[in-house]
């Protein structure tokens, strides 16, 4: 009972399930505590959002290594910052140009803000950088570029500079789907079969056209959007 009580109040030395049992109990207050604070932590999407990941995996490991720290106030800190963190991304829908940062405009009708650089602290190699690698390689084909508060750069191109699509050809349009997993590890999900119309007897025929005798030799089968089966072992 005596080192239970240390594993959670902290001791100068702690036995090693001891520090198994720190480590994991941690571990779940932390997908308990993420979970609550929803995607929104997980992308890391505002300032506070990365101050409150930072801090509570600190806190955390420290809490993990130090057998004298105590485990109930790192639980409880972890939960008070998930806390804090709701709390501050309700403000943030709430009032988003009083809490959080705003998107900050780097090019304007095809003409860089030397300000707006200098007050987000861009350089012009960093902001070429990312223009590169949203397959903007030339200055002259950028209309906007918008530093987001996520820290990203959107770029959006010059009409001229923009990829052929199947509406300027005047195409009728593609349809697009997800496609529809039917077997996975030799297991067929019968739900997405019946709710596509087709039955087991169906699949079996289109997996021995691709050279497979049962289910059970499939890995995943999915039905695409064109209609073809794609199946890989």
Known sequence: ????????????EL??????????????????????????????LAGHNYLVAAGIMSLSAVRMVNAEAS???ALLIVFAYAGVNVLYSYLDIKWPKAIDRGPVM?????????????????????????????????LSEVAYAVLEPTGKISVIKKSPTLPLTRQHMNLPAKYVALPALLVHDGQVDEENLNMLGFDLNWLKSKL?????????????????ADGAIYVSA
């Open 1 to 12: 009972m005596g080192e239970l009580q240390a594993v959670f109040s902290g001791a100068k």
């Open 15 to 44: 036995p090693l399930w001891g520090f198994v049992l720190r480590a994991t109990l941690l571990y779940f207050a932390l997908i308990i505590g993420i979970r609550w604070m929803g995607h929104r932590e997980v992308s890391i």
């Open 71 to 73: 485990l109930t106030s």
């Open 106 to 138: 780097l090019i304007e009708n095809g003409r860089i803000n030397k300000k707006n650089l200098l007050d987000t602290h861009v350089t012009i190699d960093n902001l070429l950088g990312q223009l590169r690698l949203k397959a903007a390689h030339n």
């Open 208 to 224: 021995a056209e691709k050279g497979f005798g049962r289910p059970e030799e499939v890995f995943v089968a999915a039905l695409q």
